[in-house]
DNA sequence: CGGACGAATTAGGTTAGCCTAAATCTATTA
DNA sequence: TAATAGATTTAGGCTAACCTAATTCGTCCG
């Protein structure tokens, strides 16, 4: 009659968590199972069952209320983001130290996030100076969990004007290479054309050619928030 | 009515094929279950188990006698190759590029090894300059599978001498650890006084205090063969 | 208020990789 | 040559993480 004990140390559950991390979005709301099933690439039937069990551990990864959705817990949230850390020195490492083209870098780190050991985590730390932001722009998790909070809004919000770019989602290479090509990279200076309905016209300063971006590709990019 | 294809692709496939490839040795001889179950960390008739679905596959990875032992295929050997050749880039990348100290060095990389993609494989090459070998002086297989055999033999078989250490097998840590802080590492000049029963006396130009070394360590360090 | 629809959950099944216990070989020894 | 010890395999289970199909819930609409 041993005490079960749900291995909680998993590829899998990582997964789970980061995606609930990403889907709350900063104000950390609820997100619910088709969302989490769709993101995962998994049918929502095995979401009930992972949350059922993240839910049910001795100190639980997440809060969840049936057909309302989930949320992390402190436990869960400190764990989403020891691997969003792992994740995002991992990309900074192979942009940087091993020359990996900037939209290749997340489906490798995507990976090896699972299993680096405290100590490389360090040593890469360390190699890189202890970085404050990944090659798209995104705020590395210090060491204890904090992180600065990004004053960011994303560019589907604006009509015309001038920006700075904050961040880059690295979900889509494409759009990241494309991107690239035109000159959209973090900290780039952006004149912003919002008048037509479905798109925007982007055009920086290196860039050398203008950039016709539909509006749903455009919630991949966040501006600063200048005040 | 989908024919059953069974995933050759996982940590433990890989895990058996090396196994299997270490153990058996350069003559590549038959290895038996209870010592792959030992070296596996896994009940003998896991081991079994495993054997009869890796010998069963469409292009099987092993040759299987029932109660005889197996060796590799072909396509076996090719396969634990790769896992070699990833294991030990991963090696030299760790101490050369991210300075671990050489006894930490093999469980990060034997954690690593599985998920490295052809293209990490590649940038680590590339950055190291395509080594020719490990750390610990093994001989790092070539993209094609090709590696030279090494003209060397166990420490246990010499009396009294000089010679040059080859290499030092990475499964002790804590023995790898004692050798490095005598000198012995791979290329160093050792003199050899091995007239007691159990052990050996060994002292190098480097390694300040000389070293009583059982002969039950002694099969982890290799000497040159010089001819 | 009664459907009806979509979202979520339950129920039952699969696969990989492991386990223990029981059965069966093999090889050696008396 | 028979007995037996030790190695190996077979048989039967378990868990994690997934799946599909069937069911249930909640909300919204006529």
């Given at each position: 009659m041993t005490t079960r004990r749900v291995n909680t140390n998993t590829e899998s559950v990582d997964n789970y968590l980061k995606a609930i991390y990403a889907l709350g979005g900063p104000e950390e709301e609820r997100v619910n199972s088709t969302l989490l099933a769709e993101r995962l690439g998994v049918a929502p039937a095995s979401v009930t069952n992972m949350l059922q069990k993240l839910a049910a551990l001795?100190?639980?990864f997440v809060e969840y209320e049936p057909r309302r959705g989930v949320r992390l817990s402190a436990a869960g949230k400190r764990r989403a983001l020891e691997i969003v850390r792992h994740h995002r020195l991992l990309e900074t490492f192979l942009y940087?130290?091993?020359?990996?083209?900037i939209e290749e870098v997340h489906d490798e780190a995507e990976r090896l996030e699972h299993f680096i050991s405290e100590r490389l985590e360090e040593r890469i730390d360390a190699k890189l100076g202890r970085?404050?932001?990944?090659?798209?722009g995104h705020c590395i998790p210090a060491l204890n969990g904090k992180m600065s909070k990004q004053a960011s809004r994303p560019?589907?919000?604006?009509?015309d004007g001038e920006f700075a770019v904050d961040s880059i989602s690295d979900q889509d290479s494409a759009l990241l290479k494309r991107l690239k090509a035109h000159g959209?990279?973090?900290g780039a200076r952006l004149h912003v054309k919002g008048s037509a309905k479905d798109e925007l016209l982007l055009r920086t300063t290196k860039g050398s050619k203008p950039l016709r971006l539909p509006r749903s590709a455009a919630k991949s990019v966040r501006i600063r928030i200048e005040n």
């Open positions: 001795p100190r639980p940087q130290v091993l020359n990996y083209p970085p404050k932001f990944d090659p798209h560019l589907t919000d604006v009509e959209v990279t973090p």
